[in-house]
């Protein structure tokens, strides 16, 4: 393995998080956001990224009511209406990364698409299913398992 940043390139050229590597030991904001490569467990992707996207929601709605850019009829104004636009690559590699730690490739993700099943699929593959244990070929156990 060849550490390139905050990842390891294993066999295979597969890149995979390293949580120490270039951090210090600090969570990585920025590969957890950004990145599509590696895995993320459940417990990481509900109480990092859940509870961060709803509050930062609801901050940019009131930051719409505070500038008087929020349009009730729609729902959203200026700023809500951006950070939505912000928000949908951080949603698509967190949900990536867990449907890693599930050993499914992240174009599943495209079955949040299909109304009702996407929404069911999600909270129950990617929220309630526990990942792989042990290695697969997305990268290391994020928990530290072994088969």
């Known amino acids: 393995m060849v550490v390139q940043g905050n990842c390891l390139r294993a066999k295979g050229g597969v ?3 390293s949580t120490q590597a270039a951090t ?9 956001l950004l990145s599509i490569e590696g895995r993320i467990p459940r417990s990481t992707y509900w109480l990092r ?3 961060t996207a ?14 008087g ?18 928000a949908i690559w951080p949603s ?7 449907l890693h730690d599930r ?14 099943i996407g929404g069911l699929f999600w909270l129950i593959n990617m929220g309630i299913l526990k990942g792989t244990t042990g290695a697969n070929k997305y990268g290391p156990d994020p928990l530290g398992g072994t088969n």
């Open 15 to 17: 890149m995979v998080q």
């Open 24 to 32: 210090g030991g600090a969570f990585d904001w920025k590969w957890f």
């Open 49 to 51: 990224f859940i509870p």
């Open 54 to 67: 709803i509050a930062l929601g609801f901050v940019s709605v009131f930051v719409d009511m505070a500038l």
């Open 69 to 86: 850019t929020f349009n009730a009829e729609q729902g959203y104004g200026v700023i809500s209406g951006l950070f939505s636009l912000a």
């Open 92 to 98: 698509i590699a967190t949900g990536v990364k867990r």
């Open 103 to 116: 050993n499914q490739t992240g174009w599943l993700y495209l079955i949040l698409l299909i109304p009702f």
